[in-house]
């Protein structure tokens, strides 16, 4: 039973474009959801995160949107970076859940000069 | 601030061994957990340790059991391991109140 779903295994990006990874969850009772980066041969890195009572969230370059009747959230990247090429996890968790976290399949970025 | 570390980085087993993996967590943390993470998926979520007991556990078999220590560092114990153990085990460390939850680089267990 897949929680958190990130249908696109991979998306390739022209340098300075946007880009937006998706992610869909299926238990309502998650109130928390986090995006992490992960490099080849590290530990994912937190990026940004989005509590149940937003609907968007902004760091930077990094924006993340969320869609609660529709039990969905988004990452935007503007403009992206060739640095920014890695595989990005969505997570959800649920306040009763004590920091437990649900983790998508992650999608690879790909940002080409 | 050192950050999570992990020990080993790399670790080798043949099948029907046991393994012990180790963790030290961020500065200030005092929650640690465990994840697995198997090739092409992302984090499974193995358990948590608070105040050296295990506050919450995965869809993981008891060949899977942990420790946490006085110091909040953490050791991950798998027995009698399978071929399909072998993956990237990843601990986080936070605050018991969850929010973000910062991870190690991880140690890679390949089972022979």
């Known amino acids: 039973d897949q929680q958190v779903k990130q249908n696109s295994p991979s998306l390739s990006v022209q340098e300075g474009r946007i880009s937006i990874l998706n992610c869909d969850y299926t238990?309502?009772?998650?109130?928390?959801f986090l995006w992490y980066k992960k490099y080849p041969a590290e530990g994912p890195t937190f990026l940004i995160s989005i509590s149940s009572i937003k609907d968007k969230n902004e760091d930077g370059r990094f924006t993340v949107f969320l869609n609660k009747s529709a039990k969905h959230l988004s990452l935007h990247i503007v403009p992206s970076q060739p640095g920014d090429s890695a595989v990005y996890f969505c997570?959800?968790?649920?306040?009763?859940?004590?920091?437990?976290?649900?983790f998508g399949q992650g999608t690879e970025l790909s940002v080409k000069p | 601030d050192a950050g999570v570390t992990q020990s080993p980085t790399h670790l080798i087993k043949t099948r029907g061994q046991q393994v012990t993996l180790r963790c030290s967590p961020k500065?200030?943390?005092?929650?640690v957990s465990w994840y697995q993470q198997a090739l092409g998926q992302g984090p499974q979520f193995i358990f948590q340790?608070?105040?050296?007991?295990?506050?919450q556990r995965g869809n993981f078999p008891d060949r899977f059991s942990g420790h946490q220590f006085p110091n909040y560092s953490s050791e991950l114990n798998v027995n009698a391991l399978l071929l399909g153990d072998s993956a990237l085990y990843l601990c986080?460390?936070?605050?018991?109140?969850?929010?973000?939850?910062?991870f190690g680089q991880g140690t890679r267990l390949t089972v022979v």
């Open positions: 986080a460390s936070s605050y018991p109140t969850g929010s973000e939850a910062f």
């Open positions: 500065s200030g943390h005092d929650t």
């Open positions: 340790y608070y105040e050296e007991e295990e506050r």
């Open positions: 997570a959800a968790s649920a306040h009763n859940q004590g920091g437990k976290l649900i």
């Open positions: 238990n309502s009772m998650f109130d928390y």
